[in-house]
Nanobody, 123 residues
Framework: QVQLVESGGGLVQAGGSLRLSCAASGRMFSSYPMGWLRQAPGMEREFVAVISWSGDSTYYSDSVKGRFTISRDNAKNTVYLQMNNLKPEDTAVYYC????????????????WGQGTQVTVSS
């Protein structure tokens, strides 16, 4: 069993930065790919980024590539999403995700979800 708790969301001006954190509990954390997805008002949930269990492989959606960086610290059971050069269209609830298979995180069919943290980018 894996439990995920996000933090770090907030209100920021366009061009600013935020770092989201996701604290995980459960002994399977270090062996699971982890990721982030987001959902804007009235929109479907969409994939943002995923990282392998070892941290040596990452994959991003085209909309955030070059601006967002996903990382993890297995010693702290935490995954991060550094978001730079934020845009108003990045406004959404951001969800931490975990699953034994990376493809399920990319498709949003992963087993474990956090409760979400709100990110609002003003223009």
């Amino acid at each position: 069993q894996v439990q995920l708790v996000e933090s770090g969301g907030g209100l920021v001006q366009a061009g600013g930065s935020l770092r989201l954190s996701c604290a995980a509990s459960g002994r399977m954390f270090s062996s699971y790919p982890m990721g982030w997805l987001r959902q804007a008002p009235g929109m479907e949930r969409e994939f943002v980024a995923v990282i392998s269990w070892s941290g040596d492989s990452t994959y991003y959606s085209d909309s955030v590539k070059g601006r967002f960086t996903i990382s993890r610290d297995n010693a702290k059971n935490t995954v991060y999403l550094q978001m730079n050069n934020l845009k108003p269209e990045d406004t959404a609830v951001y969800y931490c995700a975990a699953d034994g298979q990376r493809r399920r995180i990319i498709s949003g069919t992963n087993e474990y979800w956090g409760q979400g943290t709100q990110v609002t980018v003003s223009s």
